[in-house]
């Protein structure tokens, strides 16, 4: 819990009660579909790390001032793809449940698991 207020505190500012929605989904999404990955600091934001590297980052837009967040995968993310082509972030602003379905299905496919 001190660890989430933290990070909390570094990525949060005028926009908080839309910013820690979001900290707070991604947690409890990767908790529950890929709990082999572990909360880490990633560049002053939360991520998530596999083996210490990390593979799926959030990204609030305070900093820069921008109307969004940013879900992230990181170059240790398991998506590459035959074709060679695959997303690295996504903009958040006001996420729907589908959008949350299917970051869920990205951070199983990130962590080597089988997307569902």
Known sequence: MQR????????????????????????DIVTAVAPELKAKTY????????????????RSGDGDKLRYSTFGLSVNAALDTPDGFWPTSYALHEPSEDVWERISALVRQAAGQNAA
């Open 4 to 27: 989430r207020r933290r990070l909390t505190r570094l990525t949060c500012s005028t926009r908080l009660p839309r910013c820690l929605t979001g900290i707070q989904r991604l947690h």
């Open 43 to 58: 560049y002053g934001q939360p991520g998530y790390a596999l083996d210490g590297k990390v593979v799926c980052f959030f």
